[in-house]
């Protein structure tokens, strides 16, 4: 039963087919503000997908996924998943305009009192390392510097419940170690996240719970991920640090 006064999303009996073959199946998934759960599997075996229906964005083929301890709607909006988890996709969706225009955009979506939201556009700038980008159409950055944009997109907002799809997956260590910054802080701001990387760059080291898709099931456990990527992470910053 989901706790009322913490934000989550609830999956229960769900099963996910394409083209008459399952994906995967689960149970019971609980994602909700207090978690860091790091989310993994095999390529194709539906780590996109599963936050595709956590965010609403696909219907799942049996089974309910529901959101509870949210803000209700606006009257005009049905009660529905979309809005409550925000997804990143791995490849970002920008909008045609410059790197400033994207990151307005982004802060009037946020809610939060106009001197507020200047000052955390500013800091997004500065922690995404964007500054010298601000003037340049959106289209023509690079893979990595297009993370970084929807990275600082999505840290202006502060969502509630974030999911990362190989949030770092083409960026150098530097870029991943900005990054990592400002997943920590919405951390400690209170969005719970849910992570895909195939890379040990530090994200495992956050996590406080492990989803992991295998022979078509998602395993759930409450222990934080295996060590050893931890451990990566630590050598990994002590080399940029210095
Ligand atoms: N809309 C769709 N129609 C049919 N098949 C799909 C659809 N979306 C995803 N699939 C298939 O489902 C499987 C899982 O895809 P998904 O992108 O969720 O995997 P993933 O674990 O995120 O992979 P990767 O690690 O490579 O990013 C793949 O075989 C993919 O081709």
Same mark, same amino acid.
């Given at each position: ?17 394409? +083209? ?21 599997? %095999? !390529? ?90 601000? %003037? ?44 990592? +910054? ?32 295998? !022979? ?5 456990? +409450? ?5 050893? %990527? ?11 640090? !210095?």
């Amino acid at each position: 039963m989901a706790n009322s006064n913490i934000a989550c999303i609830i999956a229960e009996h769900v099963t996910m087919h394409f +083209d008459g073959k399952m994906l995967f199946s689960v149970q019971h998934l609980s994602f909700s503000q207090a978690d860091v759960i790091y989310l993994q599997g %095999d !390529n194709g075996s539906g780590k996109s997908t599963l936050m595709k229906l956590l965010a609403g964005l696909s219907i799942a083929s049996e089974g309910s996924i529901t959101a509870h301890g949210f803000e209700k709607s606006h009257w005009w909006r049905k009660d529905g998943l979309v809005g409550k988890a925000l997804y990143l996709h791995q490849h970002p969706y920008l909008f045609d305009g410059s790197v400033k225009y994207n990151l307005t955009f982004a802060a009037k979506q946020a809610s939060k009192n106009k001197q507020l939201l200047t000052k955390r556009v500013e800091q997004a700038i500065e922690m995404a390392q964007l500054g010298h980008l601000l %003037d340049n159409s959106a289209s023509n950055l690079s893979g990595g510097e297009r993370q970084r944009l929807a990275m600082a997109r999505a840290w202006i907002i502060q969502p509630t419940l974030l999911m990362l799809d190989e949030p770092t997956s083409n960026m150098d260590k530097p870029s991943q170690l900005l990054v990592l +910054d400002m997943i920590k802080q919405l951390k400690e701001e209170g969005t719970g996240l849910l992570l895909s990387s195939h890379q040990a760059c530090g994200l495992t080291s956050l996590c406080n719970k492990h989803w992991f898709i295998t !022979n078509k099931q998602i395993k759930v456990s +409450d222990d934080a991920p295996h060590n050893s %990527d931890q451990t990566l992470l630590t050598t990994m910053e002590l080399n940029y640090a !210095n």
